[in-house]
């Protein structure tokens, strides 16, 4: 069973002076209906060339596009298969942890 993937910004570090938002914090949580796991990160963003959007007309989409852009689609795949990964071993483990006199 495949798990809901979520992309989702934590937080923009910004220039107060112009608004130009340099770093991105985002999570990525994949959960079914009983199992979740999550990944945070961090990516730096490169002063545009062309205008600044203004801080205020930012959306959640616009920025997680920038941040998978940085990423790459190799990267975010790589995310994304490792939490189902995790997810799939909550499911069904393969390993265990203990011993057998307690």
Known sequence: MSATITWTINE???????????????????KDETYRASAVG??????PESDLIAFSDLSAELVLSWVQEKLGTEKVEEIQTALQQHVDEQRTPSVGKGMPWQ
């Open 12 to 30: 923009l570090e910004r220039q107060l002076s112009d608004g130009y938002v340099y770093r991105v914090h985002y999570g990525v949580l994949a």
């Open 42 to 47: 961090t990516v730096d963003l490169e002063r």
